[in-house]
């Protein structure tokens, strides 16, 4: 049986790898092989280079093409280089075949991703959800899998793996995700309990691109402790507080960031976690607008949220890490008249796309919070008065 491990070991040296075609651009792959560095980083690896490879389509049998995987492979060779990761999903086959080019183990950004998360899943629910997403990234590669095992001689004893080797393995992979399933569902029906059980509280959630500062956010928000880290997925539970603001109270939600390629099985393993956002009142949208790609990581989180039907729910956009884009725009000769225009261009223009909607803040120095509280006492308290038009007290 083909077992689940982390795939990256601490401080291994890796090589990443996209792949420019009609549906990639150059720019876009290489803004995507930025945020692989940074993924590889999250789980420990360092990433010493980069290789791109322009073509129609990914080859069918080495995703790269021969000349590009010779190519990687005599980089690789004789560097102390133990881990090679595509940024594009790679079937069983193709894994087999660039291995056994390489010599060195080969994953993808599916796989990179569900490491990750294997490595912080903290609660039963996390760990759960993500055992099965491994298992379902598992079962369409188990053919590539052993064909890999058997080309090198490994398999059970000194046999190389057959036709009822796999089948078992499929069948076992199978059963397993069954289980998983049904202990899924038991969680679930729990977590809803828990939901139900918290009454005519208006419900906020936070959303947002992963490591755009949502925890810590919450954490001055709600002035509790929540893991806060400069690392992709710091958080993958959500957690809820009741907050109050002047004698309002509702619940606030930090929930797990969105990512561009994020796959599949992970975001279907994590449906009932994501359920806050499908049934939260209010949608906070956090956004780093120091990153360079602000603007698509926003496209990034509405497509997601459009995908959970939850697109059209009243939202704050609020715009995180102002002291990182005022360092990273201006320079110390700007005159401060021509950098408050650059700002209040910038506000004007987030003003009227959002209908008014948005706050620019510093959470780490705690710039403009009681904006942000103000702004979401004022949409809190909105809702309250809808939903209960004839109580002219809420929770006091």
């Known amino acids: 049986m083909i077992e689940k491990k982390q795939v990256v070991e601490k401080e291994e040296r890796a090589v990443i790898v996209g792949v420019i075609t009609k549906d990639q651009t150059e720019r876009q792959v290489n803004e995507f092989l930025d945020e692989l ?21 990914p080859d069918r049998a080495t995703f790269v093409g021969k000349g590009k995987l010779e190519e990687i492979h005599q980089f690789v060779a004789g560097r102390n280089i133990s881990l090679v990761i595509f940024d594009d999903e790679l079937t069983g086959s193709q894994i087999a075949n660039i291995e056994k080019v390489l010599k060195v183990k080969v994953i993808d950004r599916s796989d990179l991703i569900l490491d990750i998360f294997a490595r912080r899943a903290r609660t039963a629910q996390a760990r759960v959800q993500v055992e099965l997403a491994q298992y379902q990234y598992i079962l369409p590669r188990l053919r590539g899998m052993w064909s890999h095992l058997e080309r090198q001689g490994g398999g059970i004893g000194s046999r190389g793996p057959g036709e009822t080797e796999i089948e078992t393995d499929r069948r076992i992979v199978k059963d397993k995700i069954a289980l998983l399933r049904k202990r899924l ?40 402790e929540v893991f806060a880290e400069n690392k992709l997925f710091a958080t993958l539970d959500t957690t809820t507080r009741k907050v109050v603001f002047d004698q309002t109270p509702f619940l606030l939600s930090d929930t797990v960031g969105f990512i561009r390629k994020l796959p599949h099985h992970l975001v279907e393993s994590f449906k009932s976690t994501l359920d806050e956002v499908r049934e939260s009142d209010i949608l906070i949208h956090v956004v780093d607008i120091s990153h360079p790609q602000y603007e698509e990581q926003i496209e990034v989180v509405n497509r997601t949220l459009q995908e959970l039907k939850a697109f059209e729910k009243p939202t704050i956009m609020i715009f995180n890490k102002m002291d990182l884009y005022e360092a990273n ?6 005159e401060p008249e021509v950098k408050q225009d650059i700002l209040n261009n910038l506000k004007q223009h987030w003003e009227t796309k959002t209908q008014g909607n948005c706050v620019f803040i510093s959470a780490l120095e705690k710039r403009n919070i009681e904006e942000l509280r103000k702004t979401i006492l004022d949409k809190v308290s909105q809702l309250y008065k809808e939903r209960f038009p004839y109580k002219t007290e809420f929770f006091y």
């Not at 560095?37 to 389509?57: C, D, I, N, S």
């Not at 918290?198 to 500062?213: D, H, K, P, Q, S």
């Not at 725009?329 to 700007?334: G, I, K, N």
């Open 37 to 57: 560095m940074f993924l590889a980083e999250t789980a420990g690896a360092q990433a010493v280079k980069r290789f791109t490879q322009r073509l129609a389509h």
């Open 329 to 334: 725009t201006f320079d110390q000769w700007l």
């Open 185 to 224: 569902e038991d969680i679930d029906r729990q977590s809803l309990t828990q939901r139900q059980e918290r009454g005519e509280f208006i419900r906020v959630a936070l959303v947002g691109y992963t490591n755009v500062g949502k925890s810590t956010i919450m954490n001055l928000l709600s002035k509790s």
